[in-house]
Nanobody
């Protein structure tokens, strides 16, 4: 079982920046990859970025404003978000895969509860 805790969300003005963090714990199997997703109001969950913790693979749907990074040697990842707009408002969720895939669903996939981001003046 993997436990994921996100932090760093909140209210930010348009054009501002935020840094989200996600810490994973509790896996005896080992986490292969972690990722960030976003669920905007009324929309389905979408992948932002994911990466293998050993650096062997990644998936990136960012548009240059978001950058995912990891804490070397720890099961912790970050999402740096710049030039935020109202369109970026939503719940940001962290995911982890214990199967050998950068992005996974179903068995071997785990989710945090999410951290809300609101971009508004």
């Amino acid at each position: 079982q993997v436990h994921l805790v996100e932090s760093g969300g909140g209210l930010v003005q348009p054009g501002g920046s935020l840094k989200l963090s996600c810490a994973a714990s509790g896996s005896d199997v080992g986490i292969y990859s972690m990722g960030w997703y976003r669920q905007r109001p009324g929309q389905s969950r979408e992948l932002i970025a994911a990466l293998a913790l050993d650096g062997t693979g990644k998936a990136d749907s960012t548009n240059g404003r978001f950058t995912m990074s990891k804490d070397q040697g720890k099961n912790t990842v970050f999402l740096h978000m710049d030039s935020l707009t109202a369109e970026d408002t939503g719940i940001y969720l962290c995911s982890a895969c214990t199967v050998g895939a950068v992005v996974c669903v179903g068995s071997g996939s785990y989710w945090g509860r999410g951290t809300p981001v609101t971009v508004s003046s």
